[in-house]
């Protein structure tokens, strides 16, 4: 061999790529998935059109070789050689399948008498011969009317099935048949038991959308309140304080727009609550956001505009919570600044937002005797943490809602406090 020539070594037949001992072990959850997808697609499909597929499939293997030594045999009857009578009530075991959901009832007659007839003949034991026991599982899950009826009825048939194979020389003993009894029985059980399940399930998911219904109209109610209460209120202030500035033609011109921004605010946030309600796809409709608490400030601009002393302070970075915390942070602000222009119209209110990366907590607190919010109607049969308007009381609930702590009443000292800390992570 000369030197530098390449030594060529014969090579043995390449493993075939991905076929390592990983891609090995990935085919049986392949095989799965695929076999979790064809699942789902079968279920899909309608009942009417699944039960015709299946009976033509039961069909054809109920006349597959392999399978004929598959299958239910009363009797024990002398077999006889196959015919055109035991393929024909072979088939009558059989295609009567494809109506097994929509006519149980009718699919258990036809099967039954078919099954009678074939194993009365002696005929040889086929595969179709176990459509008698999917009829009676149909019948026990898909049966509606005649619920009772139809299983005592069955029972006379099987009796007087019994009957004729003891008539014809059957050496089954009455013991026997009763076992075969039993087994039917447990059949039919095992469908009535389905059945009871599916309308459990059924009510579970009516029961599950109702409750969802219901807090979507209450969480709806209290945003209707917030949003309603909140401009109202303050384009009531504004107005009552506009007709005292007619002669500073500035400051009127102020507080009027004070007035059309007020009104445009509670249209838009309208805008967005029906389209929630209207359910018309659109979770936001242009120009209408749920507002947040990065808002906060505009809003305390705007009770500022009213003539009411607001001051606020915010500690911390904002976390990027979720928008359920956002909006429960500012409606908050909104209702409480709402409460102290209505139940203490000029008292120093403080609003504080302290923010962390797990929490962001919210305070407001009005200064003033105690007897200043004693007509307040959201504060009656007041005390600490005790409120009985609607207003408060749907704050406590979002609050609670989200995972968080609410607490108002009064202050020792005099005024009223509003206090929440609410998780950065609510969804609610």
Same mark, same amino acid.
């Given at each position: 061999m000369r030197e530098?020539q390449?030594?060529?070594v014969?090579a043995?037949?390449?493993?075939?790529t991905?076929?390592?001992p990983g891609?090995?072990a990935?085919l049986?959850a392949a095989?799965?998935?695929r076999?979790r997808?064809?699942?789902?697609?079968?279920?899909?499909?309608?009942a009417?059109?699944?039960?015709?597929?299946?009976?033509l499939?039961?069909t054809v293997?109920?006349f597959?070789p392999?399978l004929?030594l598959?299958?239910?045999q009363f009797g024990?009857?002398?077999?006889q050689e196959?015919?055109v009578?035991?393929?024909l009530?072979?088939l009558g075991q059989t295609?009567p399948?494809?109506?097994r959901?929509?006519w149980?009832?009718?699919?258990?007659?036809?099967?039954?008498?078919s099954?009678?007839?074939?194993?009365s003949?002696?005929?040889?034991?086929?595969?179709?011969?176990?459509?008698l026991?999917?009829?009676?599982?149909?019948?026990?899950?898909?049966?509606?009317?005649f619920?009772?009826t139809?299983?005592l009825t069955?029972t006379g048939?099987?009796v007087?099935f019994c009957?004729v194979?003891?008539l014809?020389g059957s050496p089954t003993g009455?013991?026997?048949?009763?076992?075969?009894? $039993? =087994?039917?029985?447990? *059949?039919?059980g095992?469908? /009535?038991l389905?059945?009871?399940q599916r309308?459990q399930e059924?009510? #579970?998911?009516?029961?599950?959308?109702?409750?969802?219904?219901a807090?979507e109209?209450?969480?709806?109610?209290?945003?209707?309140?917030?949003v309603?209460?909140?401009h109202v209120?303050?384009?009531?202030?504004?107005?009552g304080a506009?007709?005292y500035?007619t002669?500073s033609?500035?400051?009127l011109?102020d507080?009027?727009?004070a007035i059309?921004g007020?009104?445009r605010?509670?249209l838009?946030?309208?805008r967005f609550?029906l389209g929630v309600?209207?359910?018309t796809?659109e979770?936001r409709?242009?120009?209408?956001?749920?507002?947040v608490p990065? $808002? =906060?400030p505009?809003? *305390?601009?705007?009770?500022? /505009?009213?003539?009411q002393?607001v001051?606020?302070?915010?500690e911390? #970075?904002?976390p990027?919570t979720a928008?359920?915390?956002?909006l429960?942070?500012?409606r908050?602000v909104?209702?409480?600044?709402t409460?102290?222009?209505?139940?203490a119209?000029?008292?120093?209110?403080?609003?504080?937002?302290?923010?962390?990366?797990?929490?962001?907590?919210?305070?407001v607190?009005?200064?003033?005797a105690?007897?200043s919010?004693?007509e307040s109607?959201?504060?009656?049969d007041?005390g600490?943490?005790?409120?009985g308007g609607?207003?408060l009381?749907?704050?406590r609930?979002?609050?609670?809602?989200?995972g968080?702590?609410f607490?108002a009443?009064?202050?020792?000292e005099?005024?009223?406090?509003?206090h929440?800390r609410?998780?950065?992570?609510?969804?609610?």
């Amino acid at each position: 061999m000369r030197e530098g020539q390449a030594v060529r070594v014969p090579a043995g037949p390449a493993a075939p790529t991905g076929a390592g001992p990983g891609s090995r072990a990935s085919l049986p959850a392949a095989a799965t998935a695929r076999l979790r997808l064809l699942w789902r697609w079968w279920e899909a499909r309608p009942a009417v059109v699944r039960d015709r597929e299946f009976a033509l499939v039961f069909t054809v293997l109920s006349f597959t070789p392999p399978l004929s030594l598959i299958g239910a045999q009363f009797g024990d009857l002398p077999v006889q050689e196959a015919s055109v009578a035991s393929v024909l009530l072979t088939l009558g075991q059989t295609l009567p399948v494809a109506v097994r959901t929509r006519w149980p009832a009718a699919c258990l007659a036809m099967t039954g008498a078919s099954f009678a007839v074939h194993q009365s003949l002696g005929a040889p034991t086929t595969f179709g011969s176990l459509g008698l026991y999917i009829a009676l599982y149909s019948v026990g899950a898909h049966q509606e009317r005649f619920r009772q009826t139809v299983p005592l009825t069955a029972t006379g048939g099987c009796v007087l099935f019994c009957v004729v194979l003891h008539l014809l020389g059957s050496p089954t003993g009455p013991i026997d048949f009763l076992l075969i009894y $039993l =087994v039917l029985v447990t *059949v039919w059980g095992l469908g /009535a038991l389905a059945r009871r399940q599916r309308r459990q399930e059924a009510a #579970r998911r009516r029961l599950t959308a109702q409750v969802a219904i219901a807090e979507e109209r209450s969480r709806m109610a209290r945003e209707l309140h917030d949003v309603v209460t909140h401009h109202v209120t303050a384009m009531v202030v504004q107005s009552g304080a506009a007709q005292y500035l007619t002669q500073s033609p500035d400051r009127l011109n102020d507080a009027l727009h004070a007035i059309n921004g007020s009104g445009r605010r509670a249209l838009a946030e309208l805008r967005f609550l029906l389209g929630v309600l209207e359910a018309t796809g659109e979770s936001r409709p242009e120009g209408s956001a749920p507002p947040v608490p990065g $808002l =906060v400030p505009d809003l *305390v601009e705007q009770i500022r /505009a009213g003539g009411q002393p607001v001051e606020l302070i915010e500690e911390g #970075r904002q976390p990027d919570t979720a928008v359920g915390a956002r909006l429960a942070a500012y409606r908050i602000v909104q209702e409480s600044l709402t409460n102290a222009v209505k139940y203490a119209p000029g008292r120093r209110t403080l609003v504080r937002l302290a923010h962390t990366p797990d929490w962001t907590e919210v305070e407001v607190t009005t200064a003033g005797a105690g007897d200043s919010t004693a007509e307040s109607v959201a504060l009656r049969d007041g005390g600490p943490h005790v409120s009985g308007g609607r207003g408060l009381t749907g704050l406590r609930e979002r609050v609670e809602a989200l995972g968080g702590e609410f607490a108002a009443g009064f202050r020792p000292e005099g005024g009223f406090r509003v206090h929440a800390r609410i998780p950065a992570g609510g969804t609610a």
